[in-house]
């Protein structure tokens, strides 16, 4: 009895004690968000981002007012990737989590939602801005698996929205840089109408707009830009294609008389240079959908440098030309300081 008493005690005095500590807390972080909102020692926001083009974006709107810091390395895949419990840290500390959502980045997701810190949000930006009605499921995001097609920033229609939205979360975290973070994203989506300028009047000189890609991330950007997707090599295993799938692509890009296929940096495949070799059309293999070409630092590790990119290499495969996007500025309005795991 009565050391069931003391224990008793002993938790009263432990109780008052974390209470005390608790609300001693929580009036240093009020003061603290009087002044600075973000949990960075000077301040600043903390933003966590998953995928380099989504953290690209969030780094150009949050310009010099937050730390972005990407979860996703480089090159991985991140339709499979899962987190290492290390990133719970840094998802325990950010005032906003950036991820693209439709199902993309769901182990990320999860970790973000059991660690994320009272008062921070997590944005699922891609869900945000693409209504149900406009989802899209295809070859490697079949409609019965529930997932669509996660590839939204790959159409700069919808990076401008992604833009807009970043800039709306973050005034939120942090009211009185608003009006600088709108001022950014204006500047993100000026660049982002020059390229989409310069695709229109560059992909006028293709004679056929159709895509074979190994991993099927150009579907909101052909509905949008006028291409026809034929397919999409990669199944939704992200293993290779059963023999009746490339029998069948093959009769496709015989019968479409397509000139080059398409594979991807992330994803290397001998099936697609089979394909190749089997219809005569030329296998390019350095397509990118979420691994940014060049390093961190340069002009051209950036969302705008990737979609250049792959745009001039699409046009240029298919027998057109890019001068439009060969002289596309591609220099930020801000210097880019995001970190980018590799
Ligand atoms: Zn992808």
Request: with cysteine; aromatic share 8%.
């Given at each position: 009895m009565?050391s069931?008493?003391r224990?008793a005690?002993t938790?009263a005095v432990?109780?008052?004690?974390?209470t005390v500590?608790?609300?001693?807390?929580?009036?240093?972080?009020?003061?603290q968000?009087?002044?600075?909102?973000?949990s960075?020692?000077?301040?600043?926001?903390?933003v966590?981002?998953t995928?380099?083009?989504l953290?690209?974006i969030?780094?150009?709107?949050?310009?010099?007012k937050?730390?972005?810091?990407g979860?996703?390395p480089?090159?991985?895949n991140?339709?499979?990737?899962?987190p290492s419990?290390q990133?719970?840290?840094l998802l325990s500390?950010a005032d906003?989590?950036?991820i693209?959502?439709?199902k993309?980045?769901?182990?990320t997701?999860?970790?973000?939602?059991s660690?994320i810190?009272?008062?921070g949000?997590?944005?699922?930006?891609g869900?945000?801005?693409?209504?149900e009605s406009?989802?899209?499921?295809d070859f490697?995001f079949?409609?019965?698996?529930?997932?669509?097609?996660?590839?939204l920033?790959t159409d700069?229609?919808?990076a401008?929205?992604?833009a807009t939205?970043?800039?709306?979360?973050l005034?939120?975290?942090?009211?009185?840089?608003?009006?600088?973070?709108k001022k950014?994203?204006?500047?993100?989506?000026?660049?982002?109408?020059a390229?989409?300028?310069?695709?229109r009047?560059d992909?006028?000189?293709?004679p056929?707009?159709?895509?074979?890609?190994?991993h099927?991330a150009y579907?909101?950007f052909?509905?949008?830009?006028?291409?026809?997707?034929?397919g999409a090599?990669?199944p939704?295993n992200?293993?290779d294609p059963a023999?009746q799938?490339?029998?069948?692509i093959?009769?496709?890009?015989?019968?479409?008389?397509?000139?080059?296929?398409?594979?991807?940096e992330?994803?290397?495949s001998?099936?697609?240079?089979?394909?190749?070799?089997?219809t005569?059309?030329?296998?390019?293999?350095?397509l990118?959908?979420?691994?940014?070409?060049?390093?961190p630092?340069?002009?051209?590790?950036?969302?705008?440098?990737?979609?250049?990119y792959?745009?001039?290499?699409?046009i240029?495969?298919?027998g057109?030309?890019?001068?439009?996007?060969?002289?596309l500025?591609i220099?930020p309005?801000?210097?880019?300081?995001?970190v980018?795991?590799?």
């Amino acid at each position: 009895m009565t050391s069931t008493r003391r224990t008793a005690g002993t938790i009263a005095v432990a109780l008052t004690l974390a209470t005390v500590s608790l609300t001693a807390c929580a009036s240093q972080s009020q003061s603290q968000s009087q002044s600075q909102p973000g949990s960075q020692a000077d301040g600043r926001l903390l933003v966590a981002t998953t995928v380099a083009p989504l953290t690209s974006i969030a780094s150009a709107v949050a310009g010099n007012k937050a730390r972005v810091e990407g979860i996703v390395p480089e090159g991985t895949n991140s339709h499979t990737f899962e987190p290492s419990p290390q990133v719970a840290q840094l998802l325990s500390k950010a005032d906003v989590v950036f991820i693209n959502g439709l199902k993309l980045e769901d182990p990320t997701k999860d970790l973000a939602e059991s660690n994320i810190k009272d008062g921070g949000r997590i944005v699922e930006v891609g869900t945000e801005v693409l209504p149900e009605s406009d989802y899209i499921y295809d070859f490697s995001f079949p409609e019965k698996d529930g997932k669509p097609n996660p590839h939204l920033w790959t159409d700069p229609t919808y990076a401008k929205k992604y833009a807009t939205v970043i800039a709306g979360a973050l005034a939120k975290a942090d009211p009185k840089n608003a009006a600088y973070y709108k001022k950014n994203a204006a500047a993100f989506n000026k660049q982002a109408d020059a390229l989409d300028a310069a695709l229109r009047s560059d992909q006028v000189s293709v004679p056929r707009r159709v895509l074979l890609t190994y991993h099927d991330a150009y579907a909101y950007f052909a509905k949008t830009y006028g291409w026809k997707v034929i397919g999409a090599v990669q199944p939704k295993n992200f293993e290779d294609p059963a023999p009746q799938e490339i029998a069948r692509i093959i009769d496709e890009v015989k019968a479409e008389k397509v000139p080059t296929i398409f594979g991807s940096e992330v994803f290397p495949s001998s099936v697609l240079s089979e394909i190749g070799k089997a219809t005569g059309a030329r296998y390019e293999d350095s397509l990118r959908d979420d691994d940014l070409p060049g390093k961190p630092g340069e002009a051209v590790h950036s969302w705008l440098g990737l979609m250049r990119y792959d745009y001039q290499t699409m046009i240029k495969g298919l027998g057109g030309k890019s001068p439009a996007l060969d002289k596309l500025t591609i220099t930020p309005a801000n210097p880019d300081e995001a970190v980018y795991p590799q």
